[in-house]
């Protein structure tokens, strides 16, 4: 039986995975993953054929309130489209990304698509932010939590990968308390001179 945008919000919720992200690379196999991609290899939220993938990605072209679209003029290759062969065996596409509303049900989800230069295509579904606005909103401040924690307790890489795990499992970074976060793992503010 073919998977639909509801089976992809329905495990969204069920595994606590406010972040939704769903990639795929042109000749590849699909893939939905249950954190977005953080140097970690990610586990799928919900296994998809190439089939699921079309079908799923033309629910969220139908539903998606588009707020922002863009082609760009410079290159743009994502994680996955680092291999060596894509540079040489692919045609250059002019990345374009696309940004929105989608409204399932009595939820409202913001959307992010990027289509990237060697064709690699990336959907990222935020559950609890509502507009493109907000997923600006959220980047902004995830860059301010981080910055905050780096430099208020000087974390080692791994205190800060887990600073981002933790920043990838949540959309309401307003109540996100990185001093909680620091006491678990340990570490003491820096003492400045001044």
Not at 39 to 48: H, Q, S, Y
Not at 169 to 185: E, G, K, N, P, V
Request: proline residues 5%; contains cysteine; aromatic residues 8%.
């Amino acid at each position: 039986m073919r998977k639909t945008l509801f089976d992809v919000m329905t495990a969204s919720r069920e595994d606590d995975c406010p972040i939704v992200h769903i990639s795929q690379l042109a000749g590849e196999q699909p893939f939905i993953a249950s954190t977005p991609c953080f140097a970690d290899e990610p586990v799928p939220l919900l296994e998809i054929t190439p089939d699921d993938y079309l079908s799923i990605m033309a629910e969220i072209r139908n539903r998606l309130a588009v707020e922002h679209d863009e082609t760009l003029s410079f290159v743009i290759l994502t994680g996955g489209a680092r291999d060596p062969r894509l540079g040489r065996e692919r045609l250059r596409l002019s990345p374009r990304t696309i940004a929105g509303s989608l409204a399932f049900g009595a939820e409202t989800a913001a959307v992010y698509y990027l289509l990237d230069s060697a064709g690699q295509e990336t959907t990222i579904i935020y559950n609890g932010l509502r507009s493109f606005a907000d997923i600006q909103d959220y980047w902004q401040r995830r860059g301010q939590l981080v910055r905050a924690f780096t430099e208020q307790y000087a974390p080692s890489r791994e205190d800060v990968h887990d600073l981002c795990y933790c920043l990838n499992r949540t959309t309401q970074l307003a109540t996100f308390d990185i001093d909680a976060l620091a006491q678990r793992r340990g570490l003491t503010e820096n003492i400045r001179c001044t």
